[in-house]
């Protein structure tokens, strides 16, 4: 193969018509309405993010660490207007790997495809660690009685393997297992119950709110808010999680964008007014290591168990539906790139029964399962956070690409304040990206190595586009 063809190997993209296939036998339904799919984004969002992270971020932010949300909102929101767009006009399973594979070319879209795997396995990984600290307390109060460190923590975090992790994953699968309606379905209860157990907890929690904990309010300075920005990033994948619906939802073109600005309002206003009367109600020295953070800070507040009993059944329930989503997404996007041919053919089939890709669903299971069991919650969190932005990033550029290349397409949304709205989302991105430590950087530098070895060793002459 020559420079100028293996050039034009890798610039390929793949045409925005045959983007997405007809319905049919080996496809996926379309059984995803408006309200299903704001909920899938709003599940896949709250979570970890506000329910575990918080123990995580204030001691990098102090009480600032509400800035830190308001600059990751923001970043999410300019974000999330580029990808309605796309989403609009690009109807397909694998979010924004389907968006760079239509703009940016073949090399971009698999190594956007390997950020995306690697977002969403290491975020559901991060999310089932914190799921089993919320259990904890939930035993802990209830019957007084806790886990053994040994089965309730990875190694060095005092223990040897994270059952409950594992247990919530095969929860997970056993219900990805029976088809995306079901578990949307199931998803938009969970997210019912978790929206109302957190408005309980910012009334009692702002009811005990002191002025003087929001004093100093910066300890740490801009370093310390952008280093909490960066690392709680990662909660905010729900938007990617809504775009990899795009083959399972009623009227795409319409359905994808309203649900990804509805379900980003929903989360960042809950987010924000959280992070207030959690640190209004506590000491910002007191959240380092403070597991199942904001079901302790009610139980101290109050004296009584049942706030704390409340709220820690709405964290399982969130976590829960966080991990369901997070295990959905990335089991569509496995779909999207073998699919394409990028890789086995194994992770495109297809249940003819429950319309699900179910050997792809055990195989994503598996290996968040490994990960959740034996690797620290912080590692993880970095990791996804890397993954997200890049995501968002080369979403954001897509936006522009296109309009240059395909100003003919039909849109059911466009981006306003246009191309200066795409670029600031591009900045903002870049900005969060250089507050990840080095260690994320030489891990991420790593992953995208082996995605290139792969690529060049493999799916550049599977690709479906290579006439293989």
Same mark, same amino acid.
């Given at each position: 193969?020559?420079?100028?063809?293996?050039?034009?190997?890798?610039?390929?993209?793949?045409?925005?018509?045959?983007?997405?296939?007809?319905?049919?036998?080996?496809?996926?339904?379309?059984?995803?309405?408006?309200?299903?799919?704001?909920?899938?984004?709003?599940?896949?969002?709250?979570?970890?993010?506000?329910?575990?992270?918080?123990?995580?971020?204030?001691?990098?932010?102090?009480?600032?660490?509400?800035?830190?949300?308001?600059?990751?909102?923001?970043?999410?929101?300019?974000?999330?207007?580029?990808?309605?767009?796309?989403?609009?006009?690009?109807?397909?399973?694998?979010?924004?790997?389907?968006?760079?594979?239509?703009?940016?070319?073949?090399?971009?879209?698999?190594?956007?495809?390997?950020?995306?795997?690697?977002?969403?396995?290491?975020?559901?990984?991060?999310?089932?660690?914190?799921?089993?600290?919320?259990?904890?307390?939930?035993?802990?109060?209830?019957?007084?009685?806790?886990?053994?460190?040994?089965?309730?923590?990875?190694?060095?975090?005092?223990?040897?393997?994270?059952?409950?992790?594992?247990?919530?994953?095969?929860?997970?699968?056993?219900?990805?297992?029976?088809?995306?309606?079901?578990?949307?379905? *199931?998803? %938009?209860?969970?997210?019912?119950?978790? =929206?109302? $157990? !957190?408005?309980?907890?910012?009334? @009692?929690?702002? +009811?005990? #709110?002191?002025?003087?904990?929001?004093?100093?309010?910066?300890?740490?300075?801009?370093?310390?808010?952008?280093?909490?920005?960066?690392?709680?990033?990662?909660?905010?994948?729900?938007?990617?999680?809504?775009?990899?619906?795009?083959?399972?939802?009623?009227?795409?073109?319409?359905?994808?964008?309203?649900?990804?600005?509805?379900?980003?309002?929903?989360?960042?206003?809950?987010?924000?007014?959280?992070?207030?009367?959690?640190?209004?109600?506590?000491?910002?020295?007191?959240?380092?290591?403070?597991?199942?953070?904001?079901?302790?800070?009610?139980?101290?507040?109050?004296?009584?168990?049942?706030?704390?009993?409340?709220?820690?059944?709405? *964290?399982? %329930?969130?976590?829960?539906?966080?991990? =369901?989503? $997070? !295990?959905?997404?990335?089991?569509? @996007?496995?779909? +999207?790139? #073998?699919?394409?041919?990028?890789?086995?053919?194994?992770?495109?089939?297809?249940?003819?029964?429950?319309?699900?890709?179910?050997?792809?669903?055990?195989?994503?299971?598996?290996?968040?399962?490994?990960?959740?069991?034996?690797?620290?919650?912080?590692?993880?969190?970095?990791?996804?956070?890397?993954?997200?932005?890049?995501?968002?990033?080369?979403?954001?550029?897509?936006?522009?690409?296109?309009?240059?290349?395909?100003?003919?397409?039909?849109?059911?949304?466009?981006?306003?304040?246009?191309?200066?709205?795409?670029?600031?989302?591009?900045?903002?991105?870049?900005?969060?990206?250089?507050?990840?430590?080095?260690?994320?950087?030489?891990?991420?530098?790593?992953?995208?190595?082996?995605?290139? =070895?792969?690529?060049?060793?493999?799916?550049?002459?599977?690709?479906?586009?290579?006439?293989?």
């Amino acid at each position: 193969m020559t420079g100028r063809s293996a050039l034009a190997t890798i610039l390929r993209c793949k045409p925005i018509v045959d983007a997405v296939p007809d319905d049919g036998h080996g496809h996926l339904a379309r059984n995803i309405g408006l309200f299903q799919l704001t909920m899938l984004g709003v599940g896949a969002t709250i979570g970890t993010g506000i329910f575990v992270a918080l123990t995580t971020a204030v001691p990098e932010a102090g009480p600032a660490v509400i800035v830190s949300f308001i600059i990751a909102g923001i970043t999410a929101a300019l974000t999330a207007l580029c990808y309605a767009e796309l989403a609009s006009c690009v109807p397909a399973a694998g979010s924004s790997y389907s968006y760079a594979y239509a703009t940016l070319g073949e090399l971009a879209a698999f190594l956007i495809g390997a950020c995306l795997l690697l977002e969403y396995g290491v975020s559901a990984s991060a999310i089932a660690v914190g799921w089993g600290q919320y259990l904890n307390e939930l035993f802990a109060v209830t019957i007084g009685w806790h886990i053994p460190d040994a089965i309730a923590n990875p190694p060095g975090h005092g223990g040897i393997f994270n059952l409950p992790a594992v247990l919530l994953v095969a929860l997970c699968l056993i219900l990805l297992l029976r088809g995306a309606k079901e578990s949307t379905t *199931a998803n %938009a209860v969970l997210v019912v119950a978790k =929206l109302a $157990v !957190l408005a309980l907890f910012v009334v @009692i929690a702002l +009811a005990h #709110a002191k002025a003087g904990h929001f004093r100093p309010f910066a300890p740490l300075g801009m370093a310390g808010i952008g280093s909490a920005a960066s690392s709680i990033f990662f909660s905010y994948i729900g938007i990617d999680a809504v775009s990899t619906a795009g083959e399972e939802v009623k009227d795409p073109r319409r359905t994808l964008p309203l649900a990804i600005v509805l379900s980003l309002l929903i989360v960042t206003a809950a987010y924000i007014l959280v992070a207030i009367a959690a640190v209004g109600a506590q000491p910002w020295t007191e959240f380092a290591g403070q597991e199942a953070g904001l079901a302790v800070i009610l139980h101290n507040l109050t004296g009584a168990a049942w706030p704390a009993v409340l709220l820690s059944l709405g *964290a399982i %329930a969130s976590i829960f539906s966080v991990t =369901l989503v $997070v !295990l959905y997404g990335q089991t569509r @996007i496995l779909y +999207a790139m #073998a699919r394409d041919g990028l890789l086995p053919a194994f992770f495109s089939r297809v249940d003819s029964a429950s319309r699900v890709p179910r050997q792809n669903t055990w195989v994503v299971a598996i290996g968040v399962a490994l990960l959740a069991a034996l690797v620290p919650l912080d590692v993880l969190v970095n990791l996804t956070s890397m993954g997200t932005l890049i995501a968002f990033a080369t979403v954001s550029l897509g936006v522009i690409l296109l309009r240059r290349a395909r100003p003919e397409l039909p849109r059911g949304y466009r981006v306003p304040f246009y191309p200066l709205l795409p670029i600031a989302s591009v900045m903002f991105c870049l900005y969060l990206i250089v507050g990840l430590p080095a260690d994320t950087w030489l891990l991420f530098a790593v992953w995208l190595g082996a995605a290139c =070895l792969i690529y060049f060793g493999y799916s550049m002459r599977r690709s479906a586009l290579s006439g293989a």
